[in-house]
């Protein structure tokens, strides 16, 4: 299947910052991409949006560079101060919102149920939730790896159904998510087989959900990562920030 490399921003960039780096991955990307497909996408901070667009109407290269979010409200629109509904996003052609990433559920207490209330918000205006999943160092160590990503997948499917087919999965285990640890490529597809036989009970659709791998992902480590038989992409934090890297995911991604 042809893989997906999500950047995701995080609260980093501004005006200036974006311009500079969109308009040198618009320049890198005819070439990452030209021995194979890939898809391409960048979760930027929602103010950013209208930029975004603007620099894609004067960039053709930036058409291959989909639109995504970082999240995304479980409502869908009312007296929710300080929200953006999926409906918001849409307007902005946004293709992606990752739903559920670590440090939503860390800092702001989001819990499996309200992850799954956000990707169906999301599906039901046509953009895929990228659903994040992925264990603690503690619960790592207490061996509890497959217990914890099987019960935030398992809040997904049961709000979401039969439209489960239409999510990307990512699994981020906690521990190398800006910490330059990154799971072997073997403790990865361990895991990425377990999603996978998850999905299979409850779509039939299982093999063509793309499931992505995050958690220091960097240039030099894509490759054998993304050589996975489970393992369908990457979302990229810190070297998403940095075009080269970034394009060298990507040509990793499309090799
Ligand atoms: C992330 O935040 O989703 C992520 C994978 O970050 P990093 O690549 O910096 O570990």
Same mark, same amino acid.
């Given at each position: 299947?042809?893989?997906?490399?999500?950047?995701?921003?995080?609260?980093?960039?501004?005006?200036?910052?974006?311009?500079?780096?969109?308009?040198?991955?618009?320049?890198?990307?005819?070439?990452?991409?030209?021995?194979?497909?890939?898809?391409?996408?960048?979760?930027?901070?929602?103010?950013?949006?209208?930029?975004?667009?603007?620099?894609?109407?004067?960039?053709?290269?930036?058409?291959?560079?989909?639109?995504?979010?970082?999240?995304?409200?479980?409502?869908?629109?009312?007296?929710?101060?300080?929200?953006?509904?999926?409906?918001?996003?849409?307007?902005?052609?946004?293709?992606?919102?990752?739903?559920?990433?670590?440090?939503?559920?860390?800092?702001?207490?989001?819990?499996?149920?309200?992850?799954?209330?956000?990707?169906?918000?999301?599906?039901?205006?046509?953009?895929?939730?990228?659903?994040?999943?992925?264990?603690?160092?503690?619960?790592?160590?207490?061996?509890?790896?497959?217990?914890?990503?099987?019960?935030?997948? @398992? *809040?997904?499917? =049961? +709000?979401?159904?039969?439209? /489960?087919?239409?999510?990307?999965?990512?699994?981020?285990?906690?521990? &190398? #998510?800006?910490?330059?640890?990154?799971?072997?490529?073997?403790?990865?597809?361990?895991?990425?087989?377990?999603?996978?036989?998850?999905?299979? @009970? *409850?779509?039939? =659709? +299982?093999?063509?959900?793309? /499931?992505?791998?995050?958690?220091?992902?960097?240039?030099?480590?894509? &490759? #054998?990562?993304?050589?996975?038989?489970?393992?369908?992409?990457?979302?990229?934090?810190?070297?998403?920030?940095?075009?080269?890297?970034?394009?060298?995911?990507?040509?990793? +991604?499309?090799?």
């Amino acid at each position: 299947m042809t893989k997906l490399i999500a950047g995701n921003w995080k609260m980093n960039g501004s005006l200036a910052a974006n311009e500079a780096l969109l308009s040198a991955l618009a320049g890198g990307l005819p070439t990452a991409l030209s021995s194979a497909p890939c898809d391409v996408a960048v979760c930027i901070p929602a103010p950013y949006f209208a930029q975004f667009q603007a620099l894609a109407a004067t960039m053709p290269a930036l058409a291959a560079v989909a639109l995504g979010a970082q999240d995304v409200s479980g409502q869908s629109a009312g007296a929710f101060t300080g929200e953006v509904s999926a409906a918001m996003l849409k307007d902005f052609a946004c293709r992606y919102a990752i739903v559920g990433h670590s440090e939503r559920r860390q800092y702001h207490g989001e819990t499996d149920a309200l992850v799954a209330a956000k990707a169906q918000q999301a599906l039901a205006v046509g953009i895929t939730p990228i659903v994040c999943v992925g264990e603690t160092l503690a619960e790592r160590e207490a061996g509890t790896t497959t217990e914890v990503v099987k019960r935030q997948l @398992a *809040a997904v499917i =049961h +709000a979401n159904g039969h439209c /489960i087919s239409e999510i990307v999965l990512a699994y981020e285990p906690v521990w &190398a #998510i800006g910490t330059g640890k990154t799971a072997s490529p073997e403790e990865a597809q361990a895991v990425h087989a377990v999603l996978r036989a998850q999905l299979a @009970a *409850a779509t039939e =659709h +299982a093999s063509r959900v793309k /499931i992505i791998y995050g958690g220091s992902m960097n240039a030099a480590n894509a &490759a #054998i990562l993304l050589a996975q038989p489970d393992i369908d992409g990457g979302l990229i934090g810190g070297a998403s920030l940095k075009v080269a890297d970034f394009l060298s995911i990507v040509s990793a +991604a499309a090799a």
